[in-house]
């Protein structure tokens, strides 16, 4: 601001030094909700990302605004004594200096060290550990003060510049228009421009020195009004009802407001998963909502409350319309993004539409469909408090009650549709939105600004509500979900809320899978049993005697129960930011090998990064199970700071893991994970899990191979949970390796870095035609490894140079298969890029339950080679369930050429076998599989069976018993020998099989049969 235009401000009463302090407010808006953005981040940071740091700083933020305007006049009149300053608009400027100094507290609270609290803040409550109360109340009380301090004089402003003005009777409107533009242009600048470029730290000294600097302009140089300022009241309507109607008015438009904010944080991020960016566009929509509501006001000298209630009406109308409609507009504006590329897929594969591409794919696309749903019904809400403020600004009235009312109950609706009613759950949280909208509207129906409120009128509101909440559903709600998913087609259980997530079990057709909210994040089927429990088996085998590990995120239970496999680990601790997912272990029992109930385990309700900030414990092993990378927060479990923090609490010969699923992240993503990573640890590897789930493995030092093919075999409980995800030899697991750190520091080195002060990861998006690759040189791989000395090198190098058999130990990627330079492995000529868009069609013929076509489908893909073992087996497991034994046996005969020391085709060539009465055979090669090791209790089960067929009852009985012995809880290897004793005539034993076959599945009819045939028969 120039000199000329401060000497304008300093006359006061001019229409351009009005003009002025409009722009000068709304810089003041733009610096408070860049303080929020930087605030949630800041104390994320230092608190961790728990439902309450989220809470803490919302309340204190709003509830900071709320009580400095309800003691405004009070506090106004004590810095006027103080400073011996009369004049309003500097007594402004001194209330702007005091937000500055406010804000200069979170400074202060970041030179709290982080263990002051020790190094084991947490109490045993049942069987977790929370933090302790001293603890949560020492974090709330820092965290408190440094947000409600500043926000506290903020609250002071408005109410202040209003008396200052207080002949102007739609001033209020103006200047509150002015205030949510500037609030809506900090919002974005703040989060897109300035914490990119600055960081969170030194953006927020910046907005801290221009606050400083707007105080002191307002204290030097401005001068409150002198003279009348001519200005039409607000309508011809000019009589109240009194002060009652206007505060109860005001208090109804907070409430709404911030319910609806709340709700849209909530139901947004249900509906598209919590992107980074969905908060900030949430708050400028919502915000700009509130400016043009305020200036329609301003502008608008006509309107009254009438008018106002139609909008409200028109409200609760566009707020059910907008969410009936929600995931039909995602797939709209997918299909007008991406029209072209949506056409040529479907061309290739007849069947691809909107509902299989990731929502969304730019910021742009994003900002419109927040849009969508927060601007419409927040404009119509947003005209009820501005018109309450110019009436009692025409009445000559103080601002600050209605103001801090609003604010109050705005913070009341925010935290009840933010924290309160989802603690029950989303569902019956959205649902309750609705009745509250409802009921609210109705009230402000009932009110006439012409009569004194009646008490009956919002005893009855309350009265409704209070029955809503009560007669509200709390169920799951199949409407709620995206119509394609799971969720939305299979059964659900155990749905369970802590406030921030509402979690549920789905049962899909390949396993349980843990849900939050509306998106799958564990879960029990094969391929993330592979990757998350390659993830502990990998580092803990190439460590001499791991002792302790580290579990950030529980998930399911499947890489915690990969670590307790190890007998030589003594300590297990796991830490999780959601205690709903301790209480949701049971369900997953059967994979996870109730792991929760392990006495090497502590269970720790927290943070991982804060639980890491606070420990001195030091780790042979740190790893984590974390929702995907892209989902707002998450990148905190990726950044540089978090990697220097997992380093220092590493042992000497420590590793850690880190999950990388490149198909659910932008390339540029992907670039920025692995350099962020390579960064910090002096040695990294990355390995398949399974297809594109990655693992980046860290250390001090390099992986020692040796060290893993001596100790593969020496931990009897790791080698069985091995062989459950057919890793049945080093050489398997070894194969996996698709980066050395010499390739990683090559590809990767010296590229910018995830850091806490900036989230890069916000502002990327998948695109359909834009995937990440890795790429892969097995040769480089070989020699880098060193694997000439080891002694698995003959069987090592079989694998990863022959593209087929590479694919079959590991699911190496397609993509990845098709990086390989022809020459360097056998199948490097085939185009795989092509096998993989085979199996796309073959997938979605499948999904639509064709069997002749899937046949069809497959033999198309093993058509470029067939030297392909995985292909081969899904083929015959397919001829199997067609009724072709023969066809069956025949693809399982050329899978044993290729892989003839493997033992996993015995158990269905055994079958198939058996199908077409060649039972010497199968008898031969089910002996061969029990001699292998694998899946031994299945397999004498079935030789029981194959001898039960020959009439060698005796043999029969002795296999099942050997079947029972491996597998003491196979329901059908206690009814198999039970058949085999009663037709031996040994009744009495064949009774207690098929008693303890019911035991184990009540609902096994054979059994139930059996059995009570034999009762009936004594």
Same mark, same amino acid.
């Not at 605030?39 to 104390?43: A, D, G, N, P, V």
């Not at 579990?551 to 670590?563: E, M, Q, R, S, Y």
């Given at each position: 601001?120039?000199?000329?235009? =401060?000497q ?9 030094a ?11 808006g733009?610096?408070s ?5 930087a *605030?949630?981040?800041?104390?994320v940071?230092?608190?961790?990302s728990?439902n ?5 700083v ?9 009580a ?6 009070r506090?106004v009149?004590f810095?006027?004594?103080?400073s ?6 500097r007594?402004?400027?001194?209330v ?8 200069l507290?979170t400074?202060l ?5 982080a ?14 550990y929370?933090?302790?109360?001293f603890?949560?109340?020492?974090k ?35 200047l509150y228009? *002015?205030n949510?533009?500037? #609030? ?8 897109f421009?300035?914490l ?5 730290d030194?953006?927020? *000294?910046?907005?801290a020195?221009l606050?400083?600097v707007?105080g ?7 001068r ?9 009241a ?14 109860t008015?005001?208090?109804l ?13 909530k ?6 998963g919590?992107s980074?960016?969905?908060m ?5 929509w ?8 305020? *200036?329609?006001v301003?502008?608008f ?8 209630k139609?909008a ?5 109308i566009l707020?059910?319309?907008a969410w009936r409609y929600?995931?039909?507009l995602?797939r709209? =504006?997918i299909?007008?993004?991406h029209?072209e ?25 994003l ?6 749903f ?12 501005p018109?309450?403020?110019?009436r009692?600004?025409?009445?000559r009235?103080?601002?600050g009650?209605a103001y ?7 913070c009341?609706?925010? +935290?009840?549709f933010?924290w309160?009613?989802p603690? %029950? ?6 649902r309750?939105?609705?009745w509250?909208?409802?009921?609210? +509207? ?6 006439s600004?012409r009569r004194r409120? #009646?008490?009956?009128?919002p005893? +009855?509101?309350?009265i409704a509500?209070? %029955?809503?909440?009560?007669a ?6 199949r ?5 394609h998913?799971?969720?939305? !087609?299979r059964?659900v259980r ?5 406030g921030?997530h ?6 899909r ?15 029990t ?5 592979i990757?998350?429990?390659?993830m502990?088996?990998?580092?803990l085998?190439?460590? #001499? @005697?791991?002792r302790?590990?580290l ?13 307790a496999?190890?007998?030589? %680990? ?9 205690? $709903? ?9 059967a ?10 385990? &502590?269970? %720790?309700?927290?943070?991982?990064r804060n ?6 414990? $030091? ?5 984590s ?10 990148y905190?479990l990726y950044?540089?700071q978090?990697?220097?923090?997992v ?17 659910q !992240?932008?390339? @540029? ?8 990573f390579?960064?910090?640890?002096p ?5 398949t899990?399974a ?6 493995v ?12 001596r ?16 890793v049945t ?9 698709v $980066? ?9 080195d010296? &590229?910018?870095?995830?850091?806490d ?8 998006f998948m695109h359909?035609?834009?995937?990440a690759?890795i ?11 060193g ?6 090198? @003959?069987?090592?190098?079989?694998i990863?140079t ?8 590991t ?5 990845? =298969?098709a990086t390989? +330079?022809s020459?360097?492995?056998r199948l490097?000529e ?15 013929v ?16 093993l058509s470029?080679?067939?030297e ?19 066809e ?11 892989e003839?020391?493997?033992?996993a ?5 055994g079958?198939?076998?058996m ?5 010497h ?15 031994v209790?299945?397999a004498?089960?079935?030789l029981g069976?194959?001898?039960?067929m020959?009439g060698?009852?005796d ?7 050997e ?5 003491a ?20 034993? #064949? !009774? ?14 054979v059994?139930? $049969? ?5 009762k009936?028969?004594?």
């Open positions: 601001m120039n000199l000329s235009a =401060l304008r401000l300093k006359t006061g009463g001019s229409g351009t009005i003009g002025i302090v409009y722009v000068l407010y709304a810089l003041s733009f610096l909700l860049g303080y929020q953005v *605030w949630f981040r800041i104390y940071d230092r608190f961790g728990t309450l740091t989220f809470i803490v919302l309340c204190s933020f709003i509830g900071g605004l709320g400095g305007a309800l003691v405004s006049r506090l009149r810095l006027s004594s103080v011996g300053i009369a004049d309003n608009l007594l402004y400027g001194l702007e200096v005091l937000v500055a100094g406010g804000v507290l400074f609270a970041g030179l709290i060290p263990d002051v609290w020790g190094n084991f803040p947490y109490a045993q409550r049942g069987n977790i929370v933090q302790t109360s603890y949560q109340a020492s709330l009380a820092i965290a408190t003060a440094c947000v409600l301090v500043p926000c506290f004089f903020m609250g002071v402003t408005f109410p202040l510049l209003c008396r200052a003005f207080d002949r102007d009777g739609r001033f209020p409107s103006a228009a *002015w949510t533009l500037g #609030a809506c242009a900090g919002v974005l600048v703040c989060q421009v300035l990119r470029w600055l960081g969170q030194r953006m927020l *000294w910046l907005l020195g606050n400083l707007l002191l302009a307002f204290l030097l140089f401005a409150a009004p002198d003279r009348e300022i001519s200005a039409p607000v309508g011809p309507d000019a009589r109240s009802g009194g002060a009652g109607v206007l505060l008015c005001a208090v438009s907070g409430l709404l407001s911030g319910a609806l904010e709340g709700d849209m944080f139901r947004i991020g249900f509906a598209i919590s980074h960016a969905v900030s566009f949430i708050s400028f919502a915000i700009l909502g509130i400016f043009t509501g305020s *200036w329609a301003r502008s000298v006509a309107i009254r409350l009438v008018h106002i139609v409200f009406l028109l409200a609760v707020y059910g319309l929600a995931y039909d995602q709209h =504006l299909r007008l993004a029209a590329v949506i056409s040529a897929m479907q061309a290739g594969t007849g069947s691809v539409s909107a509902a299989e591409f990731d929502f969304p794919t730019s910021l742009l696309q900002l419109v469909y927040v849009g969508a927060v601007f419409p019904a927040f404009f119509c809400v947003s005209l009820l408090l018109y309450v403020c110019n009692l600004q025409a009445d009235r103080h601002l009650i801090g009312a609003n604010t109050v109950a705005f009341l609706g925010m +935290v009840g933010t309160l009613a603690r %029950i759950n989303i569902f019956y949280s959205m309750l939105m609705t509250l909208l409802v009921v609210g +509207v109705g009230l402000l129906v009932l009110i600004e409120l #009646a008490i009956w009128k005893a +009855v509101a309350l509500f209070a %029955i809503a909440c009560g509200t559903p709390a169920g799951f709600d409407n709620a979900v995206m119509s998913t799971p969720a939305a !087609m059964p155990a749905l369970k809320s802590n921030a509402t979690t549920y079990v789905v049962s057709t390949d396993g349980d899978a843990l849900y939050f909210n509306n998106y799958s994040m564990s879960a089927g094969l391929r993330a049993q990757y998350m429990r390659l502990a088996h990998f580092p085998l190439a460590q #001499a @005697e791991p302790s590990a579990l950030i995120c529980f998930g399911v239970g499947n890489t915690a129960a990969a670590i496999a190890h007998e030589s %680990i003594e300590s297990i601790d796991i830490v999780d930011l959601n205690d $709903k997912v301790f209480a949701t272990a049971p369900e997953f029992a994979t996870n090998d109730r792991v929760h109930a392990d006495a090497r385990v &502590r269970l %720790i309700h927290d943070d991982g639980y890491l900030n606070v420990t001195d414990r $030091k780790y042979d092993l740190v790893t199970e974390p929702p995907p990378p892209m989902m707002a927060g998450v905190r950044s540089k978090y990697y220097e923090r380093l220092d609490r590493l042992n000497p010969d420590g590793m850690m893991t880190q999950w990388l699923p490149v198909y !992240m932008p390339h @540029e993503a992907v670039d920025l994970a692995v350099s962020t390579i960064d910090v640890f040695h990294a590897l990355m390995f899990g297809d594109e789930d990655f693992i980046l860290g250390g001090r030092k390099p992986v020692d191979f040796a060290r893993l093919e100790r593969f075999t020496k931990s009897s409980g790791a080698t069985t949970d091995l062989s459950r995800l057919r030899r080093p050489a398997a697991l070894v194969a996996r390796v $980066k050395t750190d010499r390739m990683l520091r090559e590809q990767y010296g &590229r910018p870095v995830i850091s002060q900036r989230n890069d990861l916000a502002y990327l359909p035609t834009d995937r690759v790429t892969y040189d097995p040769l480089i791989v070989l020699d880098d490894i694997a000439a000395r080891l002694g698995m090198h @003959e069987r090592l190098q079989g990863v022959h593209l087929g058999r590479l694919r079959y130990w699911r190496m990627p397609y993509e990845t =298969l390989v +330079v020459g360097e492995a490097a085939v185009d795989w890029k092509q096998v993989a868009d085979d199996l796309v069609r073959y997938r979605d499948v999904h639509r339950q064709s069997p002749e076509s899937a046949i069809q489908r497959l033999e198309v893909a470029h080679s067939d392909q073992p995985s292909l081969l087996m899904v083929l015959a497991d397919h001829y199997a369930a067609a009724g072709c034994p023969e069956a046996a025949r693809t399982l005969r050329r899978l044993r050429q290729i003839p020391d493997d033992p085709p015995l158990d269905a060539l079958r198939a076998l199908t077409l009465g060649q039972l055979e199968a008898i031969e090669v089910l002996h061969e599989q029990v001699e292998s090791g694998l899946d209790g299945t004498h089960n079935q069976i194959a001898y039960g020959q060698n009852l043999e029969a009985v002795r296999q099942f018993r079947a029972v012995r491996f597998d809880d196979s329901a059908p290897a206690h009814v198999n020998l039970g058949i085999a004793l009663r037709r031996l005539g040994r009744s009495a034993d #064949a !009774m207690r099989h098929f008693a303890e076959a019911l035991r184990l599945d009540p609902g096994d009819a059994a139930r $049969k059996h059995l009570d045939s034999l009936s028969s004594r």
